[in-house]
């Protein structure tokens, strides 16, 4: 994948972020998949760290879009934030049949899909150009 290419990633993991908790905080039946207060508590424990992640994806475009070397920082802090995210959130869903539950759980499993793929992609893409990141000539 290109430089081009991870930015666009980025672009992508943002825009999901953004678009899923103002669906959730708008209207939430879109996406909620459990109704229960223990369901609702644990999504509402979220925003937080997907902003983080959010933040990070942001910092790394920038980085890679300036040639800076921060972009292996950035990219790196985006893939192990989305891989923490992925872990915390599959876990609940396992533990309490989330996917299961129609197309709430649909969507809850292809949110954990889309994360792990986007993290996956972002630590081995930025591991394995390390150098050139660093250097600034990726």
């Known amino acids: 994948m290109s430089v081009r290419g991870i930015r666009v990633m980025l672009v992508v993991a943002v825009i999901i972020l953004v678009a899923y908790w103002t669906i959730w905080f ?40 300036r040639r800076w070397s921060t972009a292996l920082l950035w990219l790196i802090a985006a893939g192990a934030a989305g891989l923490y995210l992925f872990g915390m959130d599959v876990l609940y869903d396992l533990q309490n049949d989330i996917y299961g539950k129609g197309a709430g759980g649909f969507i809850e499993a292809g949110i954990n899909l889309i994360t792990l793929g986007f993290s996956l992609i972002a630590l081995r893409w930025s591991w394995s150009r390390r150098e050139q990141l660093l250097a600034g000539t990726a």
Do not use: K, Q
Request: glycine letters at 8%; charged letters at 10%.
């Open 26 to 65: 708008t209207h939430r039946s879109w996406v909620e998949s459990d109704t229960t207060a223990a369901y609702i508590a644990f999504e509402n424990a979220f925003p937080l760290a997907d902003g983080w992640l959010g933040l990070t994806c942001v910092f790394a475009f920038i980085a890679l879009g």
